[in-house]
């Protein structure tokens, strides 16, 4: 797993600035990140806009639609409509809400009304119903420009309004120079109505889970079965009676694999990697209709697919749950950001390019996280580090900082795909921020429900949302949690 880069040095909360530097922020996309940063903006007094192409609401990837990219199942056509969602309609969260939540606005459940779900692992409705429910009680909303995608983000070469917003200058040697503005051109639905408009500073927001990866099969393209990415997937029905190939099986794989075997003839999921303790041989599910497998080696035009290890299948399906590809068409990179499918490179603690901080930022990129108190504390960050409040160090330390990172994953043979898995250092990234930020560190009842549920997921993944054994922890967190104000 990836270490948190070393940024150990890094100057805290600054008493030396008397006046605090209150900015113009763009914030695109009104998800959870952009919901977070722009309370937290708000907070350090800046003036903020959200850009959201959604033109009904918040929540970004919790506002389930029915709807698919029917006629691009695998999501590679550039011309095709995009649907940002990628929840499916039985979908239940795989963290229990009282970790899942925000630090300072309890996931709790709300009693008495119908529609909301009270279980300790609810539905993506009472997700999309938190975060609204956010929204409504920090008053973010009058601040969300609603149907407009941004098309471009640009930095603007010329004299600032802000001469002191600069933490510190560039290091003399670098040629590039530190953006004073930003321009971001939006449009509204069907590209009509392109507008821009110009901010101090950008918080990039847009999410990682809509646009699909694939795994690169030899012969696929022969291969005359339907094949379909689980961000198209809504429900079952589809594959009733049919022998169905998932390939990947993390969170999204195990769950849609069992709720397909619940109607299909047979499902066979295939892991590039299985936990020791998992025999290949044994069929899995209640039904007993799910068989394990190694990696599919070569698809054949007689529908055969042939796995490592030689065992083959003639599938009706093939149904891929192998992840987001990082994507931000609207970003000029100006040679300095690499926004790869894998990672978006190359970013100091994850969140600030070096040369273009802090005025360019990110939200939300590290994965196998509790993301919304992640997504709190980086933002958080940025809020203060926009207004002086906390200073980070020069650019120079951190590029430093970010080259020693890189180093350290390469030594290790840790491939580009990991640079933002932070699942073993989570809560050392969490709390390095609240530090920077002066704010408390994550309670210890988060971690440890954390890691009790994260191993009851693997081992228990039928039953793990109902059934558990860390009921006091459980308690002390729901009494925690009450206790605040809010
Ligand atoms: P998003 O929610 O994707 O929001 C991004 C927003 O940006 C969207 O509203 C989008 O419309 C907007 N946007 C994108 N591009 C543009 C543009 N060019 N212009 C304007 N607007 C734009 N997390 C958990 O904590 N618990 C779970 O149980 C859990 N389960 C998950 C299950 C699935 C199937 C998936 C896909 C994710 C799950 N997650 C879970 C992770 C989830 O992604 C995060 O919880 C969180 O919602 C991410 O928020 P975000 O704001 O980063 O991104």
Same mark, same amino acid.
């Given at each position: 797993a990836v270490a948190v880069g070393a940024a150990s040095q890094a100057p805290k909360? @600054? @008493?030396? #600035?008397p006046q605090r530097r209150k900015l113009s922020v763009a914030v695109i996309g009104a998800g959870a990140g952009g919901l977070t940063a722009t309370r937290e903006l708000l907070k350090e007094g800046h003036q903020v806009v959200v850009f959201e192409q959604d033109s009904y609401g918040v929540g970004g990837v919790w506002r389930y639609l029915p709807q698919t990219e029917a006629e691009d199942p695998l999501g590679i056509s550039p011309d095709c409509t995009r649907i940002h969602s990628s929840m499916y309609l039985s979908l239940r969260t795989n963290l229990p809400r009282e970790i899942m939540g925000f630090l300072d606005f309890p996931f709790l459940p709300k009693y008495g009304d119908e529609c909301r779900d009270a279980r300790r692992y609810p539905d993506h409705a009472e997700v999309l119903a938190y975060l609204q429910d956010y929204a409504l009680h920090f008053n973010l909303l009058p601040y969300v420009r609603f149907g407009r995608r941004v098309t471009q983000v640009a930095p603007i070469h010329k004299p600032? /309004?802000?001469? &002191? @917003? #600069?933490a510190h200058p560039l290091p003399s040697k670098s040629e590039f120079r530190l953006p004073h503005q930003w321009s971001v051109t939006s449009e509204a &639905?069907? =590209?009509?109505m392109t507008m821009t408009d110009i901010f101090d500073a950008v918080v990039i927001c847009n999410g990682h889970y809509f646009q699909p990866k694939l795994p690169l099969i030899p012969g696929i393209e022969k291969w005359p079965g339907t094949q379909l990415h689980s961000h198209n997937y809504r429900v079952p029905q589809p594959f009733a009676d049919q022998i169905v190939v998932v390939i990947g099986n993390s969170s999204s794989g195990s769950d849609i694999s069992r709720e397909i075997a619940t109607v299909a003839k047979e499902v066979h999921l295939v892991g590039r990697t299985w936990d020791s =303790? /998992?025999? #290949?041989k044994k069929p899995a599910g209640p039904s007993q209709n799910i068989f394990l497998h190694p990696m599919v080696k070569l698809a054949q035009a007689n529908g055969e697919l042939l796995f490592e290890g030689g065992d083959t299948v003639v599938a009706n399906a093939i149904l891929y749950c192998t992840g987001y590809a990082f994507s931000m068409p609207f970003l000029e990179t100006v040679g300095v950001i690499n926004v790869d499918s894998d990672f978006v490179g190359r970013l100091y603690q994850h969140i600030f390019p070096p040369q273009l901080a802090p005025t360019l930022s990110f939200v939300g990129l590290p994965f196998k996280v509790i993301p919304f108190p992640l997504m709190q504390l980086q933002s958080k960050w940025i809020a203060k580090a926009l207004s002086g409040k906390v200073l980070l160090p020069s650019t120079e330390q951190m590029s430093e900082d970010v080259e020693e990172f890189y180093k350290n994953l390469e030594a290790k043979g840790i491939p580009k795909s990991k640079v933002h898995d932070l699942g073993s250092c989570q809560f050392e990234y969490d709390n390095w921020l609240a530090d920077q930020c002066g704010c408390q560190a994550i309670e210890d009842w988060r971690i440890q429900i954390y890691i009790n549920s994260s191993k009851r997921k693997r081992a228990l993944p039928d039953s793990y949302r109902d059934e558990w054994t860390d009921q006091e922890l459980h308690e002390l967190a729901i009494a925690d949690l009450n206790q605040l104000q809010i």
């Open positions: 909360i @600054s @008493s030396k #600035l600032t /309004v802000h001469p &002191e @917003s #600069l &639905e069907a =590209g009509r =303790g /998992v025999d #290949l």
